[in-house]
């Protein structure tokens, strides 16, 4: 069984890759099945086969514990952790190949609590592999895109399992995909499109981490995907396959 994490800032395109992954490998013949972690989450554009909302509900914690949404929110992820047990046996029993999890909108939430750590650890698998969303909505700018290439890259290092970065909504950003993956393909191109907005210590600052990040392959390898015309889906699948199988060439 392969689970693939998905995580990603508010906005970033989570919830709708969790679908079109699903349908990806269910059009293809393979099992696979959709995961629900957030437990404040309204409506979903899938139809969660294991949804943590039957055993966390938000609005319930927040009564139960006199709390606000934020309280509430941090107190859900808590709890959970706690219900793992049970949602691993709910998992389990589909005993399908792929396993998609949607993880909490709020990224903090998942990936930096203790409980996220936990969830990701402790979740049977014969592989695990982090999918980041990247919106090119947000990275629009040099320093935007630095920052959240960062985030994805804390992240990585948190959930200490095999990662993707994923930049998403091709199909209706395209000039912003085309122009983010040229800055992570080229420091020079980066640089350049840096010099425009900033200069003296915050360039020389940006562009060393810039390059700290492509020295070390931290979140600057970019997968361009649509969930809508799963464009760039062959590309991202291959490469969670590839993981999944210790680093073995994929072939479509």
């Known amino acids: ?8 800032t508010a906005g970033s395109g989570k919830s709708l ?34 949804d943590v909302r039957d055993k966390v509900q938000l609005q319930e ?22 219900k793992l ?9 589909f005993r399908a190949e792929n396993v998609i999890v949607d993880t909490p909108g709020q990224t903090e939430l998942f990936a930096f609590r203790e409980s ?10 014969d592989s695990k592999v982090l999918l980041f969303l990247l919106d090119p909505l947000l990275a629009s700018t040099p320093s935007n895109f630095l920052s959240l290439a960062l985030l994805s890259a804390s992240v990585g290092l948190r959930l200490k399992i095999p990662k993707i ?7 209706i950003a395209r000039d912003g995909v085309k122009r983010i993956t040229e800055w992570s393909k080229d420091t020079k191109v980066f640089e350049d499109a840096l010099s425009a907005t900033k200069d003296g210590e915050q360039y020389s600052l940006y562009s060393e981490l810039f390059r700290s990040l492509r020295r070390l392959s931290f979140g600057t390898d970019l997968y361009p995907v649509s969930s809508t015309t799963q464009e760039g889906m062959i590309a991202l699948v291959g490469e969670m396959t590839r993981i999944a199988r210790g680093g073995e060439e994929f072939t479509d």
């Open 1 to 8: 069984m392969e689970v693939t994490f998905i995580t990603g």
């Open 17 to 50: 890759l969790t679908g079109a992954l699903k349908e990806w490998y269910v059009n293809r013949g393979e099992d696979a099945i959709a995961v629900n972690l957030d437990p404040g989450v309204v409506e979903l554009p899938y139809d969660p086969d294991v």
């Open 61 to 82: 914690v927040m009564q139960d514990y006199g709390l606000g949404p934020n309280g509430a929110l941090i107190m859900a992820a808590d709890l959970t952790a706690t």
């Open 85 to 93: 047990a049970e949602i691993q046996d709910e998992i389990d029993s």
């Open 116 to 125: 996220g750590e936990f969830i990701v650890g402790e979740t049977r698998a």
């Open 165 to 171: 970065t994923v930049l998403t909504k091709r199909d």
